[in-house]
Protein backbone atom coordinates (compact mmCIF):
# COMPACT_ATOMS: atom_id res chain seq x y z
CA UNK A 1 0.00 0.00 0.00
CA UNK A 2 2.89 2.39 0.79
CA UNK A 3 3.81 1.89 -3.06
CA UNK A 4 0.44 1.36 -4.39
CA UNK A 5 -0.72 4.31 -6.97
CA UNK A 6 -3.87 4.91 -4.99
CA UNK A 7 -6.06 7.27 -2.45
CA UNK A 8 -9.32 6.50 -1.16
CA UNK A 9 -11.83 9.48 -0.53
CA UNK A 10 -13.49 9.79 2.80
CA UNK A 11 -16.74 11.89 1.45
CA UNK A 12 -18.84 11.23 -1.67
CA UNK A 13 -18.51 12.43 -4.73
CA UNK A 14 -20.77 15.57 -5.68
CA UNK A 15 -22.35 13.81 -8.38
CA UNK A 16 -22.23 10.03 -7.60
CA UNK A 17 -25.89 8.69 -8.31
CA UNK A 18 -25.45 5.17 -7.55
CA UNK A 19 -23.66 3.37 -4.74
CA UNK A 20 -20.94 1.83 -7.72
CA UNK A 21 -20.45 4.95 -8.72
CA UNK A 22 -20.11 6.67 -4.97
CA UNK A 23 -17.66 3.63 -3.90
CA UNK A 24 -15.69 3.10 -7.25
CA UNK A 25 -14.43 6.52 -6.88
CA UNK A 26 -13.81 6.62 -3.24
CA UNK A 27 -11.90 3.63 -3.47
CA UNK A 28 -9.63 4.81 -6.22
CA UNK A 29 -10.67 2.31 -9.02
CA UNK A 30 -11.48 5.42 -11.53
CA UNK A 31 -11.31 9.04 -11.89
CA UNK A 32 -13.78 11.12 -13.56
CA UNK A 33 -12.11 13.32 -16.64
CA UNK A 34 -15.60 14.59 -18.00
CA UNK A 35 -19.08 14.15 -17.93
CA UNK A 36 -19.43 9.96 -18.97
CA UNK A 37 -15.40 9.68 -19.53
CA UNK A 38 -13.09 8.12 -16.69
CA UNK A 39 -9.86 7.15 -16.51
CA UNK A 40 -8.97 3.78 -14.86
CA UNK A 41 -6.49 3.59 -11.98
CA UNK A 42 -4.64 0.31 -10.95
CA UNK A 43 -6.97 -1.38 -8.54
CA UNK A 44 -10.07 -0.66 -11.51
CA UNK A 45 -7.88 -1.71 -14.33
CA UNK A 46 -6.89 -5.06 -12.62
CA UNK A 47 -10.95 -5.70 -12.13
CA UNK A 48 -11.63 -4.83 -15.43
CA UNK A 49 -8.79 -7.08 -17.52
CA UNK A 50 -10.19 -9.82 -14.92
CA UNK A 51 -14.06 -9.17 -16.37
CA UNK A 52 -11.85 -9.37 -20.23
CA UNK A 53 -10.96 -12.54 -19.40
CA UNK A 54 -13.91 -13.91 -18.61
CA UNK A 55 -15.61 -12.74 -21.27
CA UNK A 56 -11.92 -14.10 -23.80
CA UNK A 57 -12.07 -17.37 -22.40
CA UNK A 58 -16.40 -17.90 -23.19
CA UNK A 59 -15.80 -16.88 -26.29
CA UNK A 60 -12.87 -18.65 -26.94
CA UNK A 61 -14.39 -21.46 -25.89
CA UNK A 62 -17.35 -21.70 -28.60
CA UNK A 63 -14.50 -20.94 -31.19
CA UNK A 64 -14.93 -17.34 -31.83
CA UNK A 65 -11.40 -16.10 -32.72
CA UNK A 66 -10.81 -12.30 -31.55
CA UNK A 67 -9.42 -9.19 -33.54
CA UNK A 68 -9.27 -5.55 -33.24
CA UNK A 69 -10.52 -3.07 -35.56
CA UNK A 70 -9.48 1.17 -34.85
CA UNK A 71 -12.01 3.16 -32.43
CA UNK A 72 -11.00 6.20 -35.52
CA UNK A 73 -14.03 4.86 -38.66
CA UNK A 74 -14.62 6.36 -41.76
CA UNK A 75 -17.41 7.26 -42.46
CA UNK A 76 -18.56 5.22 -45.63
CA UNK A 77 -19.68 2.51 -44.52
CA UNK A 78 -21.77 3.63 -42.17
CA UNK A 79 -23.22 6.35 -44.50
CA UNK A 80 -23.81 2.69 -47.08
CA UNK A 81 -25.63 1.35 -44.14
CA UNK A 82 -27.64 4.55 -43.50
CA UNK A 83 -26.50 4.62 -39.67
CA UNK A 84 -24.39 7.82 -40.07
CA UNK A 85 -27.95 9.16 -40.44
CA UNK A 86 -29.64 7.11 -38.17
CA UNK A 87 -27.39 7.33 -35.02
CA UNK A 88 -28.43 10.87 -35.07
CA UNK A 89 -26.49 12.74 -32.13
CA UNK A 90 -25.11 9.87 -30.18
CA UNK A 91 -22.20 9.62 -33.04
CA UNK A 92 -19.12 10.98 -32.33
CA UNK A 93 -18.42 12.70 -35.76
CA UNK A 94 -15.53 14.34 -36.74
CA UNK A 95 -13.19 16.03 -40.31
CA UNK A 96 -9.96 15.04 -40.74
CA UNK A 97 -7.54 17.38 -42.57
CA UNK A 98 -8.32 16.20 -46.27
CA UNK A 99 -12.06 17.00 -45.21
CA UNK A 100 -12.69 13.16 -45.22
CA UNK A 101 -15.68 12.75 -42.83
CA UNK A 102 -14.25 9.77 -39.77
CA UNK A 103 -16.41 8.69 -36.49
CA UNK A 104 -15.79 7.25 -33.61
CA UNK A 105 -16.92 3.56 -33.60
CA UNK A 106 -20.08 3.32 -31.22
CA UNK A 107 -20.42 -0.43 -32.67
CA UNK A 108 -18.19 -1.98 -35.64
CA UNK A 109 -20.98 -4.26 -37.57
CA UNK A 110 -19.81 -2.60 -40.61
CA UNK A 111 -16.20 -3.06 -39.63
CA UNK A 112 -16.80 -6.66 -39.48
CA UNK A 113 -18.54 -6.90 -42.66
CA UNK A 114 -16.49 -5.84 -44.66
CA UNK A 115 -13.68 -7.86 -42.89
CA UNK A 116 -15.65 -11.11 -44.21
CA UNK A 117 -16.05 -10.09 -46.75
CA UNK A 118 -12.22 -9.65 -47.86
CA UNK A 119 -11.42 -12.92 -46.34
CA UNK A 120 -14.52 -15.00 -47.62
CA UNK A 121 -15.50 -16.21 -50.68
CA UNK A 122 -17.02 -19.49 -50.23
CA UNK A 123 -19.53 -21.57 -47.98
CA UNK A 124 -16.34 -23.43 -46.87
CA UNK A 125 -14.91 -20.20 -45.34
CA UNK A 126 -18.52 -20.53 -43.03
CA UNK A 127 -19.47 -20.56 -40.11
CA UNK A 128 -17.74 -17.84 -38.90
CA UNK A 129 -17.34 -16.26 -35.56
CA UNK A 130 -14.75 -13.24 -34.95
CA UNK A 131 -14.81 -10.62 -31.83
CA UNK A 132 -13.27 -7.71 -30.11
CA UNK A 133 -12.61 -6.45 -26.65
CA UNK A 134 -12.71 -2.29 -27.77
CA UNK A 135 -13.29 0.71 -26.57
CA UNK A 136 -16.69 2.72 -27.63
CA UNK A 137 -18.11 5.78 -28.23
CA UNK A 138 -21.41 7.51 -27.97
CA UNK A 139 -22.45 10.90 -27.01
CA UNK A 140 -24.76 10.28 -24.61
CA UNK A 141 -27.37 13.61 -23.75
CA UNK A 142 -27.27 12.64 -20.44
CA UNK A 143 -24.33 10.52 -19.27
CA UNK A 144 -24.77 9.34 -15.56
CA UNK A 145 -24.04 6.69 -13.04
CA UNK A 146 -20.27 6.65 -13.10
CA UNK A 147 -19.08 3.91 -15.53
CA UNK A 148 -23.05 3.03 -16.11
CA UNK A 149 -23.26 5.21 -18.69
CA UNK A 150 -20.89 6.78 -19.84
CA UNK A 151 -19.43 8.26 -23.51
CA UNK A 152 -16.69 6.33 -23.87
CA UNK A 153 -16.98 2.36 -22.70
CA UNK A 154 -15.49 -0.77 -23.40
CA UNK A 155 -17.34 -3.46 -25.34
CA UNK A 156 -17.12 -7.06 -26.75
CA UNK A 157 -18.50 -7.31 -29.66
CA UNK A 158 -19.04 -9.77 -32.03
CA UNK A 159 -20.20 -11.09 -35.12
CA UNK A 160 -21.20 -14.12 -36.72
CA UNK A 161 -21.66 -14.92 -40.98
CA UNK A 162 -23.45 -18.16 -41.68
CA UNK A 163 -24.69 -19.15 -45.27
CA UNK A 164 -28.40 -19.57 -43.74
CA UNK A 165 -30.89 -19.17 -41.83
CA UNK A 166 -30.43 -22.93 -39.84
CA UNK A 167 -26.32 -21.95 -39.16
CA UNK A 168 -27.72 -18.37 -37.52
CA UNK A 169 -30.08 -19.97 -35.21
CA UNK A 170 -26.60 -22.21 -34.02
CA UNK A 171 -24.71 -19.56 -34.11
CA UNK A 172 -27.02 -17.63 -31.90
CA UNK A 173 -27.55 -20.30 -29.76
CA UNK A 174 -24.15 -21.38 -29.17
CA UNK A 175 -24.01 -16.91 -28.42
CA UNK A 176 -26.36 -17.23 -26.15
CA UNK A 177 -25.07 -20.04 -23.98
CA UNK A 178 -21.63 -18.16 -24.20
CA UNK A 179 -23.27 -15.23 -22.52
CA UNK A 180 -25.46 -17.23 -19.69
CA UNK A 181 -21.42 -18.48 -18.66
CA UNK A 182 -19.99 -15.51 -18.57
CA UNK A 183 -22.77 -14.03 -16.65
CA UNK A 184 -23.46 -16.47 -14.02
CA UNK A 185 -19.22 -16.76 -13.71
CA UNK A 186 -19.47 -12.90 -12.88
CA UNK A 187 -22.22 -13.72 -10.42
CA UNK A 188 -24.64 -11.09 -10.54
CA UNK A 189 -27.84 -11.64 -10.58
CA UNK A 190 -29.70 -11.40 -14.52
CA UNK A 191 -32.80 -12.39 -16.65
CA UNK A 192 -32.70 -12.84 -20.10
CA UNK A 193 -35.59 -10.43 -21.98
CA UNK A 194 -37.06 -10.31 -25.15
CA UNK A 195 -35.71 -6.97 -26.86
CA UNK A 196 -35.88 -4.49 -29.25
CA UNK A 197 -32.90 -3.89 -31.51
CA UNK A 198 -33.21 -0.53 -31.92
CA UNK A 199 -30.49 1.42 -34.68
CA UNK A 200 -28.68 -2.38 -34.69
CA UNK A 201 -31.31 -3.54 -37.29
CA UNK A 202 -32.06 -7.26 -37.16
CA UNK A 203 -34.98 -9.76 -36.19
CA UNK A 204 -34.61 -11.82 -33.23
CA UNK A 205 -33.26 -10.02 -30.18
CA UNK A 206 -32.57 -10.59 -26.44
CA UNK A 207 -30.92 -8.67 -23.74
CA UNK A 208 -29.68 -9.60 -20.45
CA UNK A 209 -30.24 -7.11 -17.66
CA UNK A 210 -28.57 -7.29 -14.18
CA UNK A 211 -31.59 -7.21 -11.67
CA UNK A 212 -31.09 -4.00 -10.16
CA UNK A 213 -32.90 -1.35 -8.86
CA UNK A 214 -30.80 1.44 -10.03
CA UNK A 215 -31.36 -0.15 -13.32
CA UNK A 216 -32.45 2.49 -16.01
CA UNK A 217 -34.39 -0.12 -18.01
CA UNK A 218 -37.61 -1.43 -16.83
CA UNK A 219 -38.59 -4.93 -17.34
CA UNK A 220 -41.38 -7.16 -16.83
CA UNK A 221 -42.21 -10.93 -16.79
CA UNK A 222 -44.98 -13.53 -15.32
CA UNK A 223 -45.68 -16.33 -13.65
CA UNK A 224 -45.61 -18.60 -16.81
CA UNK A 225 -42.31 -17.68 -17.84
CA UNK A 226 -42.35 -14.73 -20.12
CA UNK A 227 -39.86 -11.70 -19.85
CA UNK A 228 -39.16 -8.68 -21.65
CA UNK A 229 -37.95 -5.34 -21.80
CA UNK A 230 -41.02 -2.85 -21.60
CA UNK A 231 -39.35 -1.45 -25.23
CA UNK A 232 -40.65 -4.82 -27.03
CA UNK A 233 -43.89 -5.70 -24.72
CA UNK A 234 -46.74 -5.39 -27.09
CA UNK A 235 -49.85 -5.88 -24.87
CA UNK A 236 -52.45 -7.99 -26.74
CA UNK A 237 -55.84 -6.59 -28.55
CA UNK A 238 -58.47 -6.49 -26.41
CA UNK A 239 -61.94 -8.42 -27.47
CA UNK A 240 -64.10 -6.64 -29.81
CA UNK A 241 -67.51 -5.29 -28.01
CA UNK A 242 -71.02 -5.74 -29.41
CA UNK A 243 -71.88 -1.89 -29.96
CA UNK A 244 -75.67 -2.50 -31.51
CA UNK A 245 -77.07 -1.20 -28.22
CA UNK A 246 -74.80 2.12 -28.16
CA UNK A 247 -76.65 5.14 -28.25
CA UNK A 248 -75.57 7.11 -31.37
CA UNK A 249 -72.69 9.61 -30.46
CA UNK A 250 -73.96 12.91 -28.57
CA UNK A 251 -71.56 15.95 -28.23
CA UNK A 252 -71.86 18.02 -25.01
CA UNK A 253 -70.75 21.43 -24.23
CA UNK A 254 -67.86 20.39 -20.81
CA UNK A 255 -66.70 23.97 -19.86
CA UNK A 256 -63.17 24.02 -18.53
CA UNK A 257 -62.22 20.19 -19.14
CA UNK A 258 -59.02 20.31 -20.70
CA UNK A 259 -57.94 17.62 -18.54
CA UNK A 260 -58.76 14.07 -17.86
CA UNK A 261 -59.74 14.55 -14.08
CA UNK A 262 -61.50 17.89 -14.83
CA UNK A 263 -63.44 15.82 -17.79
CA UNK A 264 -64.32 12.89 -15.21
CA UNK A 265 -65.76 15.64 -12.73
CA UNK A 266 -68.23 17.49 -15.59
CA UNK A 267 -69.39 14.67 -17.45
CA UNK A 268 -70.66 13.22 -13.79
CA UNK A 269 -71.79 16.30 -12.96
CA UNK A 270 -73.66 17.41 -16.57
CA UNK A 271 -74.73 13.65 -17.66
CA UNK A 272 -74.56 11.45 -15.48
CA UNK A 273 -74.50 7.33 -16.28
CA UNK A 274 -76.96 5.37 -15.38
CA UNK A 275 -74.93 2.11 -14.38
CA UNK A 276 -71.83 3.99 -11.93
CA UNK A 277 -69.94 7.01 -12.25
CA UNK A 278 -67.86 7.97 -15.09
CA UNK A 279 -63.96 7.24 -14.63
CA UNK A 280 -60.45 7.65 -16.38
CA UNK A 281 -60.36 4.93 -18.24
CA UNK A 282 -63.99 5.33 -20.16
CA UNK A 283 -62.48 8.44 -21.71
CA UNK A 284 -60.44 8.82 -25.20
CA UNK A 285 -57.22 11.07 -24.39
CA UNK A 286 -55.38 11.34 -27.70
CA UNK A 287 -51.73 13.20 -27.58
CA UNK A 288 -49.62 14.97 -30.30
CA UNK A 289 -46.05 14.50 -30.91
CA UNK A 290 -43.87 15.51 -33.39
CA UNK A 291 -41.46 13.43 -35.03
CA UNK A 292 -38.37 14.09 -36.77
CA UNK A 293 -36.95 11.80 -38.83
CA UNK A 294 -33.13 11.47 -39.79
CA UNK A 295 -33.39 13.53 -42.95
CA UNK A 296 -34.64 16.66 -40.64
CA UNK A 297 -38.09 16.25 -41.92
CA UNK A 298 -40.97 16.63 -39.40
CA UNK A 299 -44.30 14.81 -39.67
CA UNK A 300 -46.93 14.79 -36.47
CA UNK A 301 -48.38 11.92 -34.76
CA UNK A 302 -51.38 11.30 -32.52
CA UNK A 303 -52.05 8.35 -29.97
CA UNK A 304 -55.46 7.59 -28.85
CA UNK A 305 -55.21 5.43 -25.49
CA UNK A 306 -57.70 5.09 -22.39
CA UNK A 307 -57.67 8.34 -20.00
CA UNK A 308 -56.36 6.37 -17.32
CA UNK A 309 -52.76 5.75 -19.38
CA UNK A 310 -49.89 7.87 -20.34
CA UNK A 311 -47.75 7.45 -23.05
CA UNK A 312 -44.38 6.18 -22.30
CA UNK A 313 -41.80 8.45 -24.17
CA UNK A 314 -39.06 5.38 -23.86
CA UNK A 315 -41.57 2.82 -25.47
CA UNK A 316 -42.77 5.42 -28.13
CA UNK A 317 -39.18 5.92 -28.86
CA UNK A 318 -38.17 2.72 -29.23
CA UNK A 319 -41.34 2.76 -31.15
CA UNK A 320 -40.79 4.98 -33.62
CA UNK A 321 -36.53 4.85 -34.19
CA UNK A 322 -34.92 6.25 -36.04
CA UNK A 323 -37.25 8.98 -35.54
CA UNK A 324 -36.84 11.58 -32.91
CA UNK A 325 -39.68 12.34 -30.25
CA UNK A 326 -40.23 16.18 -30.45
CA UNK A 327 -43.14 18.59 -28.54
CA UNK A 328 -46.20 19.57 -30.83
CA UNK A 329 -46.69 23.44 -29.31
CA UNK A 330 -48.67 26.27 -30.34
CA UNK A 331 -46.93 26.70 -33.38
CA UNK A 332 -47.88 23.04 -34.61
CA UNK A 333 -51.54 23.80 -33.05
CA UNK A 334 -52.01 27.45 -35.53
CA UNK A 335 -50.83 24.84 -38.50
CA UNK A 336 -53.49 22.21 -37.80
CA UNK A 337 -57.01 24.91 -36.46
CA UNK A 338 -58.68 21.47 -37.00
CA UNK A 339 -57.20 20.35 -33.70
CA UNK A 340 -58.47 22.10 -30.13
CA UNK A 341 -55.78 22.11 -27.22
CA UNK A 342 -57.54 19.54 -24.76
CA UNK A 343 -60.53 19.01 -26.67
CA UNK A 344 -58.90 16.62 -29.30
CA UNK A 345 -60.85 13.82 -30.81
CA UNK A 346 -60.74 11.65 -33.86
CA UNK A 347 -62.33 13.54 -35.89
CA UNK A 348 -60.64 16.45 -35.92
CA UNK A 349 -57.12 14.26 -36.48
CA UNK A 350 -58.75 12.81 -39.84
CA UNK A 351 -59.52 16.28 -41.01
CA UNK A 352 -56.19 17.69 -40.22
CA UNK A 353 -54.55 14.56 -42.20
CA UNK A 354 -52.30 13.41 -38.85
CA UNK A 355 -50.99 9.65 -38.60
CA UNK A 356 -53.39 8.53 -35.77
CA UNK A 357 -52.45 5.18 -33.73
CA UNK A 358 -54.31 3.87 -31.29
CA UNK A 359 -53.64 2.07 -27.85
CA UNK A 360 -55.02 -2.36 -28.20
CA UNK A 361 -57.73 -1.23 -25.40
CA UNK A 362 -59.47 0.68 -28.14
CA UNK A 363 -60.66 -1.94 -30.50
CA UNK A 364 -64.20 -2.36 -32.55
CA UNK A 365 -66.89 -1.51 -30.54
CA UNK A 366 -65.76 0.15 -27.52
CA UNK A 367 -67.72 3.59 -26.43
CA UNK A 368 -65.77 6.41 -25.62
CA UNK A 369 -65.89 9.85 -24.29
CA UNK A 370 -63.49 12.58 -25.76
CA UNK A 371 -62.52 15.93 -27.42
CA UNK A 372 -65.39 16.95 -29.70
CA UNK A 373 -62.53 19.39 -31.81
CA UNK A 374 -64.03 22.20 -30.30
CA UNK A 375 -62.86 24.11 -27.11
CA UNK A 376 -65.23 23.48 -24.02
CA UNK A 377 -67.27 20.45 -25.92
CA UNK A 378 -66.56 16.67 -25.92
CA UNK A 379 -68.24 13.65 -27.42
CA UNK A 380 -70.10 10.78 -25.60
CA UNK A 381 -70.86 7.35 -27.14
CA UNK A 382 -67.78 7.47 -29.52
CA UNK A 383 -67.54 3.80 -30.72
CA UNK A 384 -64.03 2.37 -32.25
CA UNK A 385 -65.52 0.86 -35.90
CA UNK A 386 -68.64 2.31 -35.80
CA UNK A 387 -67.82 6.12 -35.40
CA UNK A 388 -64.25 6.34 -36.24
CA UNK A 389 -61.94 4.22 -38.10
CA UNK A 390 -58.90 2.31 -36.45
CA UNK A 391 -55.92 2.30 -38.91
CA UNK A 392 -52.88 1.13 -36.51
CA UNK A 393 -52.42 0.32 -33.46
CA UNK A 394 -49.37 1.31 -31.44
CA UNK A 395 -48.62 -0.18 -27.77
CA UNK A 396 -46.57 2.36 -26.73
CA UNK A 397 -48.47 3.34 -22.72
CA UNK A 398 -46.89 2.78 -19.58
CA UNK A 399 -46.83 -1.09 -18.31
CA UNK A 400 -48.78 -1.28 -15.14
CA UNK A 401 -48.20 -4.42 -12.80
CA UNK A 402 -51.35 -6.83 -13.72
CA UNK A 403 -51.20 -5.89 -17.81
CA UNK A 404 -51.52 -9.44 -18.81
CA UNK A 405 -48.53 -11.06 -21.13
CA UNK A 406 -48.32 -10.95 -24.75
CA UNK A 407 -48.47 -14.73 -24.44
CA UNK A 408 -51.13 -15.44 -22.08
CA UNK A 409 -49.12 -16.53 -19.42
CA UNK A 410 -50.40 -14.40 -16.64
CA UNK A 411 -50.07 -10.90 -14.77
CA UNK A 412 -47.13 -8.74 -15.76
CA UNK A 413 -44.65 -7.77 -12.40
CA UNK A 414 -42.20 -5.22 -13.35
CA UNK A 415 -38.73 -4.84 -12.25
CA UNK A 416 -35.40 -2.73 -12.89
CA UNK A 417 -32.25 -3.44 -14.85
CA UNK A 418 -29.20 -2.51 -15.83
CA UNK A 419 -28.37 -4.37 -19.39
CA UNK A 420 -25.42 -6.30 -19.41
CA UNK A 421 -25.85 -7.91 -22.64
CA UNK A 422 -27.77 -8.00 -25.81
CA UNK A 423 -27.81 -10.69 -28.91
CA UNK A 424 -29.03 -9.84 -31.95
CA UNK A 425 -29.82 -11.69 -34.96
CA UNK A 426 -29.18 -9.69 -37.86
CA UNK A 427 -29.99 -11.77 -40.92
CA UNK A 428 -28.49 -9.98 -44.26
CA UNK A 429 -29.32 -6.35 -43.28
CA UNK A 430 -25.48 -5.35 -42.98
CA UNK A 431 -24.25 -8.42 -45.89
CA UNK A 432 -26.74 -6.52 -48.15
CA UNK A 433 -25.62 -3.43 -47.57
CA UNK A 434 -22.07 -3.88 -48.17
CA UNK A 435 -22.25 -6.61 -50.46
CA UNK A 436 -21.16 -9.69 -48.12
CA UNK A 437 -21.63 -12.83 -50.25
CA UNK A 438 -19.99 -16.43 -50.70
CA UNK A 439 -20.40 -18.62 -53.68
CA UNK A 440 -22.85 -22.11 -51.81
CA UNK A 441 -22.54 -25.67 -52.77
CA UNK A 442 -23.66 -24.51 -55.94
CA UNK A 443 -21.60 -22.20 -57.06
CA UNK A 444 -24.34 -19.29 -56.90
CA UNK A 445 -23.73 -16.42 -55.16
CA UNK A 446 -25.69 -15.90 -51.84
CA UNK A 447 -25.71 -13.30 -48.98
CA UNK A 448 -24.50 -13.70 -45.78
CA UNK A 449 -26.75 -14.05 -42.79
CA UNK A 450 -25.17 -12.10 -39.52
CA UNK A 451 -25.68 -12.21 -36.19
CA UNK A 452 -24.07 -9.45 -33.58
CA UNK A 453 -23.99 -10.23 -29.56
CA UNK A 454 -22.00 -7.88 -27.64
CA UNK A 455 -21.05 -7.60 -24.19
CA UNK A 456 -20.60 -4.46 -21.88
CA UNK A 457 -17.22 -5.01 -20.33
CA UNK A 458 -16.52 -1.84 -18.35
CA UNK A 459 -20.31 -1.90 -17.04
CA UNK A 460 -19.54 -5.02 -15.70
CA UNK A 461 -17.29 -3.98 -13.51
CA UNK A 462 -20.25 -1.38 -11.80
CA UNK A 463 -22.64 -3.48 -12.34
CA UNK A 464 -20.57 -6.49 -9.77
CA UNK A 465 -19.61 -3.74 -7.39
CA UNK A 466 -23.75 -2.45 -7.38
CA UNK A 467 -24.32 -5.87 -6.74
CA UNK A 468 -21.94 -6.64 -3.86
CA UNK A 469 -20.98 -3.65 -2.08
CA UNK A 470 -22.43 -2.72 1.14
CA UNK A 471 -22.48 0.64 3.54
CA UNK A 472 -18.56 0.79 3.98
CA UNK A 473 -17.45 -0.06 0.73
CA UNK A 474 -16.67 -2.55 -2.53
CA UNK A 475 -16.77 -6.02 -1.84
CA UNK A 476 -15.26 -7.95 -4.83
CA UNK A 477 -16.02 -11.57 -5.74
CA UNK A 478 -13.21 -13.76 -5.54
CA UNK A 479 -12.32 -13.92 -8.94
CA UNK A 480 -12.66 -10.27 -9.55
CA UNK A 481 -10.85 -8.86 -7.05
CA UNK A 482 -7.79 -6.96 -7.74
CA UNK A 483 -6.26 -8.67 -4.84
CA UNK A 484 -7.48 -11.92 -2.70
CA UNK A 485 -5.97 -11.14 0.42
CA UNK A 486 -4.90 -8.18 2.13
CA UNK A 487 -2.62 -8.10 5.10
CA UNK A 488 -2.93 -5.23 7.50
CA UNK A 489 0.18 -4.31 10.06
CA UNK A 490 -2.06 -2.55 12.56
CA UNK A 491 0.33 -1.85 15.56
CA UNK A 492 4.06 -0.51 16.50
CA UNK A 493 6.47 -2.22 16.41
CA UNK A 494 9.05 -4.29 14.11
CA UNK A 495 8.19 -7.42 14.92
CA UNK A 496 4.38 -6.64 13.47
CA UNK A 497 5.80 -5.42 10.53
CA UNK A 498 8.19 -8.18 9.95
CA UNK A 499 5.33 -10.80 10.62
CA UNK A 500 2.97 -8.47 8.35
CA UNK A 501 5.56 -8.86 5.42
CA UNK A 502 6.54 -12.71 6.20
CA UNK A 503 3.09 -13.46 5.67
CA UNK A 504 2.30 -11.68 2.97
CA UNK A 505 5.54 -13.21 1.26
CA UNK A 506 4.35 -16.61 2.12
CA UNK A 507 0.74 -16.06 0.80
CA UNK A 508 2.83 -14.89 -2.68
CA UNK A 509 4.85 -17.61 -2.78
CA UNK A 510 1.94 -20.27 -2.39
CA UNK A 511 0.52 -18.07 -5.56
CA UNK A 512 -2.18 -16.03 -3.56
CA UNK A 513 -2.38 -12.64 -4.97
CA UNK A 514 -1.58 -9.84 -2.06
CA UNK A 515 -2.08 -6.86 -1.47
CA UNK A 516 0.03 -5.61 2.09
CA UNK A 517 -1.04 -2.44 3.91
CA UNK A 518 2.54 -1.41 5.17
CA UNK A 519 1.72 2.14 5.37
CA UNK A 520 2.38 4.60 8.63
CA UNK A 521 -1.19 4.76 9.33
CA UNK A 522 -3.43 4.43 12.15
CA UNK A 523 -5.01 0.92 12.51
CA UNK A 524 -8.85 2.95 12.04
CA UNK A 525 -7.43 3.94 8.73
CA UNK A 526 -6.12 0.92 7.81
CA UNK A 527 -9.76 -0.95 9.03
CA UNK A 528 -11.96 1.73 6.72
CA UNK A 529 -9.85 1.20 4.08
CA UNK A 530 -9.63 -2.06 3.91
CA UNK A 531 -13.46 -1.93 3.74
CA UNK A 532 -13.77 0.56 1.52
CA UNK A 533 -11.10 -1.61 -0.91
CA UNK A 534 -13.18 -4.29 -0.88
CA UNK A 535 -10.59 -7.58 -0.94
CA UNK A 536 -12.57 -10.40 0.05
CA UNK A 537 -10.04 -12.04 2.46
CA UNK A 538 -7.88 -9.69 5.00
CA UNK A 539 -5.27 -11.11 7.45
CA UNK A 540 -4.58 -8.40 10.40
CA UNK A 541 -1.77 -8.77 12.49
CA UNK A 542 -1.74 -6.26 15.49
CA UNK A 543 -2.16 -6.76 19.24
CA UNK A 544 -3.36 -10.54 19.38
CA UNK A 545 -0.13 -11.41 17.67
CA UNK A 546 1.48 -11.23 22.21
CA UNK A 547 -0.76 -14.07 22.24
CA UNK A 548 1.08 -15.42 18.59
CA UNK A 549 -2.70 -14.86 16.84
CA UNK A 550 -3.93 -12.82 13.99
CA UNK A 551 -7.41 -12.24 13.02
CA UNK A 552 -8.76 -13.68 9.30
CA UNK A 553 -11.21 -11.53 8.62
CA UNK A 554 -14.12 -12.05 5.84
CA UNK A 555 -15.28 -8.88 3.89
CA UNK A 556 -18.84 -10.69 3.08
CA UNK A 557 -20.19 -11.59 5.77
CA UNK A 558 -18.32 -9.40 8.36
CA UNK A 559 -16.86 -12.53 10.31
CA UNK A 560 -13.38 -12.24 12.20
CA UNK A 561 -11.94 -15.36 13.61
CA UNK A 562 -8.57 -15.85 15.51
CA UNK A 563 -5.93 -18.33 14.47
CA UNK A 564 -2.03 -19.07 15.41
CA UNK A 565 0.65 -17.46 13.45
CA UNK A 566 2.10 -20.45 12.01
CA UNK A 567 -0.93 -21.83 10.74
CA UNK A 568 -1.92 -18.58 8.76
CA UNK A 569 -1.30 -19.40 5.75
CA UNK A 570 -2.39 -22.85 5.49
CA UNK A 571 -5.92 -21.49 6.88
CA UNK A 572 -5.89 -18.92 4.80
CA UNK A 573 -5.48 -21.27 1.38
CA UNK A 574 -8.07 -23.19 2.74
CA UNK A 575 -10.49 -19.94 3.57
CA UNK A 576 -10.06 -18.87 0.12
CA UNK A 577 -10.16 -22.82 -1.36
CA UNK A 578 -6.32 -23.48 -2.09
Not at 151 to 180: N, Q, T
Request: hydrophobic share 40%; aromatic share 8%; charged share 25%.
Amino acid sequence: MSHLFVRTLREDPADAEVPSHRWLVRAGYIRRVAPGIYSWLPLGLSVLHKVEEVVREEMNAIGAQEVLFPALLPADPYKATDRWTEYGDNLFRLVDRKGADMLLGPTHEEMFTLMAKDQCSSYKDLPLALYQIQTKYRDEARPRAGILRGREFVMKDSYSFDIDKAGLDASYAAHRGAYIRIFDRLGFEYVIVQANSGAMGGSASEEFLAISPNGEDTFVRSPGGYAANVEAVRRPLAAEVDASEVPAAEIHETPDSPTIDTLVAQANALFPRADRDWVAHDTLKNVVFNLRQPDGSVEPLAIGLPGDREVDDTRLEAAVSPAELEPFGDEDFARYPQLAKGYIGPSGLKAAGLRYVLDPEVVPGTAWLTGADKPGYHVINLVAGRDFEIDEHLDVAVLREGDQAPDGSGPLGLARGIEMGHIFQLGTKYAEALGLKVLDQNGKLQTVTMGSYGVGVSRAVAVVAEATCDDKGLCWPRPLAPYEVMVLATGKGDEIAQTAEKLALDLDAAGVSVLLDDRKASPGVKFKDSEILGMPTSVVVGRGLADGNVEIRDRKSGSARPVAVADAVAEVLAEIGR
